[in-house]
């Protein structure tokens, strides 16, 4: 499942491209842009939208990496601590198998003192 949507998300991402590549052929007449009082160069509005596109898709990398790093982190202490569990729960096992084994030589003692010698 993951495989196809990973295929569709590049195929999605594809078509995208190309809309925005077709659209800056027809659109290439010069602007600037006013932002906070701050005015920008006339570039065409291809590169404006290419210069979003490329921002958009870079800010996106940062937080998918900031999140995916965090939940590495996150993952590797659950391992650890399931480790460390797991080590707990053999150690006891190991007790009682321990403890079972000399209730058993303790009864087993006991029944043979029981027993009538003739």
Known sequence: ???????????????????????????????????????????????WMLMAFVAGVFIGVLLNSWTNTLLKIEARKARKEAEKEHKKVDQLAAQAEALSSDALQAEKGSAQKRLPVD
Do not use: C, H
């Open 1 to 47: 499942m993951t495989m196809i949507r990973k295929w569709l998300f590049r195929v999605f991402g594809l078509i995208l491209f190309l809309a925005v590549l077709i659209w800056a052929s027809e659109n290439s007449e010069s602007v600037s842009i006013v932002f906070l009082g701050f005015r920008s160069d006339e570039w065409p509005v291809a590169w």
